[in-house]
Nanobody, 126 residues
Framework: QVQLVESGGGLVQPGGSLRLSCEASGISFTRYAMAWFRQAPGNEREFVAAISQRTGSIPYADFAKGRFTISKDNAKNTVFLQMNNLKPEDTAVYYC???????????????????WGVGTQVTVSS
């Protein structure tokens, strides 16, 4: 049974930081591309960042560049999203996703991912 379990969300003030974690089980973690997406109230789910399974390619959404960093620990089957200088518009539910056989051009596409976590709420407010 495949599970992706996110943690680390919460309430943070503007300018603050959070580190999200996503622990995977039931998959060969090193063979999977991993990604973070987010969905704000009233908005569609959007791509945040991804890390490919082979090349280590790391694309970011424009809003994430310079503020967010995706990384992974293969020994712990865990992918992280370090978020700095958070803004109120970063408020959303953040989802972890994993997929096998994803080519680089597909890393930003939700439909390319096989498995999803249930999400963790991030609220940026003073």
């Amino acid at each position: 049974q495949v599970q992706l379990v996110e943690s680390g969300g919460g309430l943070v003030q503007p300018g603050g930081s959070l580190r999200l974690s996503c622990e995977a089980s039931g998959i060969s973690f090193t063979r999977y591309a991993m990604a973070w997406f987010r969905q704000a109230p009233g908005n569609e789910r959007e791509f945040v960042a991804a890390i490919s399974q082979r090349t280590g390619s790391i694309p970011y959404a424009d809003f994430a560049k310079g503020r967010f960093t995706i990384s992974k620990d293969n020994a712990k089957n865990t992918v992280f999203l370090q978020m700095n200088n958070l803004k109120p518009e970063d408020t959303a539910v953040y989802y972890c996703a994993g997929g096998a056989r994803i080519i680089m051009s597909q890393l930003r596409s939700q439909s390319a991912y096989d498995y999803w976590g249930v999400g963790t709420q991030v609220t940026v407010s003073s």
